[in-house]
């Protein structure tokens, strides 16, 4: 055991007994309350009553409020009958020093001929009890002493408070979360607030310097945002709370961009160290080895957290330094923390305050130009490589990484337009047309595209092209039809003239779009069969079999315009057999790949089988939604309110449209006109004037209206009700609505001419079943559970009178069912 030869102790008697289990005369008695953390105190109180568990690290960053929980654990146990101990180290400057600490506190006495490390494991050999030891992060090295202790001590158990890992053996680390926040929904309850551990602290807090602050309606907002802004960190919410005696919670809220300089003053009878955010997080930043505070500020250039492979691009620390070695003891000491990714890999973030600690750092470092720079960089390389994201195979994955990732890019968008780097703002931002489109972030992608596409200077070809095709792809969404129309022809004649031939065929097809929105028909089906026609002589890649597969939905689209309903149907099956040849689960490889199961929507409803209808929307609504197609989603729930309405479920159809009259708004695309017709039936206000057809909708409305006046003639659906109806879909969150429409409609009867017996569930089943699914593939694919396939399997053959899979996938091809 390490020894510290100028601190000898002699064990001397024991301190009296504490009166009652768990209390000791060591342990602080704070002066303010102690709010929420009961799961956090239940976790680590069990943790050490356990008989294997001798050593629990609290770990995590400053502020995080590390001392008050282990203090309170220390005032709720009961295990310890020998004492409870704590020893504040935050005022020793020496690893040397710990044991003599330690010594003091438990009153064994210096002796020059022993040392007091001895003396200490004397004194708590036959002792079953705790000992505490606070803000060990600057001690590190001390981590021995506590090994010996437990070693020679069996019965003695450790709980250490530290912004760093020790990293002792047997040690079991708690990592102490920030305070709960208040959930994202947008009608939370004053009173579900009031109990939410960040607000009911900073309530308190407030209350105390302020005894006439209240939370209300009015001030809920703002004491909200600024929970979230702090990410729940207990000392930036009690630092803000205190501020409430000379500025309300909505100008605090907004003065917190520079949160650092607000969040001070804490109380004089703490350490400097918790009167402000700044000296919290220096404090840990001052333990940090250059090599350490250079990751660290650098680390401060991304927004939203990052992953290895990109700081691994962007750092830049001394020769022979690893970044992963280095970033692990970043996290280690609390100031990044560890996430699960999108895609399974780690993702590691700051806390905000931290961040903003950082940038100060990086600002005085004079090489913030540089690292945001590398971060641009990065960014337009992760970006490229996702260009294409919605036509390949893996590109719900890709586009996930994009979302993960779409701070950072917005900065880096931001970066390369303040540095004047037209090309590059211009490769970046036609690069996330994936992103733009398919998420649902219309507004933004479009401004950032005109804002680069208006920018002077030399660009290349294919660059322009590019930007140029993303957004006419946006605008065909939000109806400006001309100018997007307009923006792909001129894309097409840029890339015929360079030569570039995937740029061509992305402008053809999207002229096309226009096209058709603008309602000519026979020159949109001429603009999707040249782009067939140029895939044809581009190689036999994975998008150029994808963008084919979207054409035939096109095209299938334009038969259904033009009343050729078996043209269609061939198209969309078409379409979907591509899908499945690429190996995409049917409707999940590219936005409109959903829409191939909207066509056979309407391709149904033109054969007036509503309920066919509506399982074919269902389940393109279950894959759009599972990509997160916004745009598909939003066309979906119009689909399936259209099924609904035609078969006279009039109440869910109304709330159905609205709410894909919400989300169409909420992304900035145009309503559909038809849902006009709708309202005029009966008697709703009109929005807005509206132009152009969702692909894969119009048909199911169109049938629908001359369907309306009766119903309503017949008192199926008021004026009144059918108005609460709409207004109660408008409301609905997105995911509530979705599970709606995918339970709407479970009693509906197979259309007449159905002579298979079999329901429109199973009838969905044994279209995958033929496709070759396990019962688990079924299941995923219509959010349904494995045993459920597993029955509807059995009643299949029980109705074909089959006894097998390859039975039944005959018959379902035999009889035209898949």
């Known amino acids: ?38 799961r956090e105190t239940e976790a680590v109180r069990a943790l050490l009553g356990r008989d294997d568990v001798r050593l629990v690290t609290l770990t995590g960053p400053g502020g995080v409020g590390k001392t008050r929980l282990a203090q309170r654990v220390a005032e709720v146990l009961d295990g310890f009958p020998d004492g409870i101990w704590f020893v504040a180290l935050a005022p020793v400057g020496d690893s040397a020093l710990v044991a003599p600490t330690i010594a003091h506190v438990l009153g064994v006495r210096p002796h020059a001929d022993q040392p007091v490390e001895q003396g200490i494991a004397a004194f708590l050999r036959d002792r079953h009890a705790l000992l505490i030891l606070d803000n060990f992060e600057h001690v590190l090295e001390a981590g021995v002493l506590v090994a010996e202790l437990l070693a020679r001590c069996p019965a003695l158990t450790v709980l250490v408070t530290s912004r760093a890992v020790p990293r002792v053996s047997g040690e079991r680390v708690f990592a102490v979360p920030p305070l709960a926040l208040p959930e994202t929904a947008p009608c939370v309850q004053l009173d579900q607030l009031r109990v939410t551990e960040a607000v009911r602290l900073f309530t308190e807090r407030a209350t105390a310097s302020a005894s006439d602050f209240a939370l209300t309606a009015d001030n809920a907002p703002a004491v909200v945002a600024i929970c979230r802004r702090l990410d729940g960190l207990p000392l930036a919410i009690e630092l803000a709370a205190a501020r409430v005696t000379s500025i309300s919670p909505k100008l605090l809220l907004g003065r917190l961009d520079e949160s650092l300089r607000l969040l001070t003053g804490g109380p004089r009878d703490q350490p400097p160290r918790l009167r402000s ?46 970044v992963f070695d280095t970033l692990a003891s970043l996290i280690g000491k609390s100031l990044v923390r ?112 005109e804002r680069a596409l208006a920018h002077g200077g030399q660009v290349p070809v294919p660059v322009r092209v590019r930007a140029l095709a993303a957004l006419s792809w946006i605008l065909n969404q939000q109806k400006p039809l001309a100018r997007a129309l307009a923006l792909a ?13 995937q740029g061509a065929v992305i402008c053809t097809m999207l002229a096309g779009v226009a096209v058709s929105k603008l309602g000519n028909f026979d020159r949109a089906k001429a603009r999707y069969e040249e782009a067939l026609a140029l895939l044809e002589a581009l190689d036999n890649l994975a998008w150029t079999r994808t963008v084919a ?44 790949a959903s829409h191939s199961f909207a066509g056979l929507g309407d391709v149904a409803r033109a054969k007036g089988d509503a309920v066919g209808a509506l399982r074919h929307y269902q389940t393109g609504l279950g894959f759009a939604w599972r990509y997160r197609d916004i745009r598909g989603t939003a066309n979906a729930l119009g689909g399936t309110a259209g099924a609904l309405a035609a078969m006279r479920q009039c109440l869910p159809a109304a709330r159905l449209f609205g709410a894909s009259e919400a989300l169409h708004e909420m992304i900035g695309c145009p309503f559909e006109k038809e849902t006009l017709d709708w309202q005029r039936a009966f008697g709703l206000p009109e929005p807005w004037a509206r132009e152009g057809e969702p692909f894969g909708v119009a048909q199911a409305l169109r049938d629908v209206l001359g369907e309306r006046s009766a119903l309503v003639r017949r008192g199926a659906c008021d004026t009144e009700t059918a108005a609460a109806a709409w207004s109660e879909g408008r409301a609905l969150h997105i995911e509530d609505a979705i599970v709606e429409a995918l339970a709407a409609g479970t009693d509906a009867k197979p259309a007449p001419d159905d002579h298979t017996g079999l329901t429109p569930r199973e009838l969905d089943v044994l279209r995958l079943l033929a496709d070759g699914k396990t019962d688990a593939e079924i299941a995923a694919a219509l959010f349904i559970s494995r045993r459920t396939a597993a029955t509807h399997v059995r009643h299949i053959y029980d109705k074909l009178e089959v006894t097998s899979r390859a039975a039944a996938a005959a018959y379902a091809v035999r009889h035209g069912l898949a």
Do not use: K
Request: charged share 20%.
């Open 277 to 322: 955010m700044r000296d919290a997080i220096g404090w840990s930043y001052d333990l940090l080895d250059p090599d350490e505070q250079a990751l660290f500020h650098q680390l401060a250039v991304f927004v939203g957290g990052w992953t290895l492979a990109a700081v691994e691009a962007v750092a830049s620390l001394s020769p022979g330094a690893s």
């Open 549 to 592: 597969a979207t054409l035939h939905s096109e095209l299938g689209e334009i038969a259904i315009h033009q009343g050729d309903i078996a043209r269609a149907a061939a198209c969309f099956t078409a379409a979907l057999a591509r899908q499945r040849a690429l190996g995409f689960a049917p409707g999940t490889s590219h936005p409109f």
């Open 1 to 38: 055991m390490p020894t510290s030869p100028a601190h000898s102790a002699l064990p001397v008697p024991v301190p009296p007994r504490p009166t009652e289990p768990g209390e000791s005369a060591t342990l602080p008695r704070p002066l303010t309350s102690f709010v929420g953390r009961a």
């Open 338 to 449: 560890q996430e699960p990714g999108p895609d399974g890999a780690s993702r590691y973030v700051m806390l905000e305050t931290v961040r903003e600690f950082a940038l100060e750092r990086l600002a005085e470092s004079g090489e913030e130009a540089a690292i945001r720079g590398r971060h641009a960089a990065w960014c337009l390389a992760f970006a490229e490589d996702r260009d294409l994201a919605e036509f390949m195979p893996q590109g719900e994955v890709m586009l996930n990484q994009l979302e993960a990732e779409h701070a950072n890019l917005r900065v880096a968008l931001a970066w390369f337009e303040q540095d004047g780097a037209a090309a590059s703002s211009l490769q970046l931002a036609g690069s996330l047309r994936s992103l733009w489109s398919v998420r649902g972030h219309f507004h933004e992608g479009r401004d950032w595209l």
């Open 489 to 501: 022809e001129e894309g097409l004649a840029r890339a015929q003239a360079a030569g570039d031939r």
